[in-house]
């Protein structure tokens, strides 16, 4: 009897001094920080968070296939005659997929079924104080390649990745040009 009630307490006091595991944790997510950065007229520009936004739009018909075509705004904040003045960068792009998109000028923009790009360069406060830019459908093409393309778990927007190169002119006066060049964005519509 004394041995059995000696090996019952040593289980017993095994049994309580049984360390729990606590129950692993995911490992934090990382916040997500959209951007758009690269050269514009030789000024390196980094723009985060609030200075870029995307907006993506699903187009269906009964004549044609399901298109996707997503816009990106980026805000470019720059200082005229002591005001600070917010020109923008937008693109367009239709028909989204992991591509290079070559956009030659030729095609209307605000158009909700064409890729497109402008510069709205703002001078003053008024809108007639900005002066726009496009491709030209003279000059070599503007090219925006999208390497990222995809629907993440639990989004039902997209997240979109790329690159940008080319130039854009004034649509008044074709000698005055802005250079993008290793512009390099990643957007996630929030």
């Known amino acids: 009897m004394k041995s059995l009630l000696l090996s019952m307490f040593i289980i017993f006091t095994i049994c309580a001094c049984k360390k729990e595991h606590p129950i692993p944790k995911p490992p934090p997510e990382k916040e997500y920080v959209q951007y758009f950065k690269g050269f514009i007229s030789e000024k390196p520009l980094l723009v985060t968070q609030s200075g870029i936004s995307g907006d993506w739009t699903g187009l ?56 497109y790009i402008f510069l709205n360069k703002k001078l003053g ?25 995809e629907y993440l778990k639990n989004s039902g927007l997209p997240y979109v990745k790329g690159t940008l190169n080319g130039v854009l002119y004034n649509i008044k006066d074709i000698t005055d040009s802005i250079v993008i060049r290793d512009g390099d964005f990643d957007v996630h519509n929030l």
């Open 60 to 115: 269906s018909s009964v004549s044609a296939p399901d298109m996707e075509v997503y816009r990106v705004i980026v805000n470019l904040q720059e200082t005229y005659a002591g005001r600070l003045q917010t020109s923008f960068l937008r693109f367009q792009l239709f028909n989204m997929k992991n591509r290079t998109f070559k956009i030659s000028g030729h095609e209307p923009i605000l158009d909700l079924r064409n890729s």
């Open 125 to 149: 406060p008024n809108d007639e104080d900005a002066k726009f830019y496009t491709p030209n459908n003279l000059k070599k093409p503007f090219e925006i390649n999208i390497t990222r393309y």
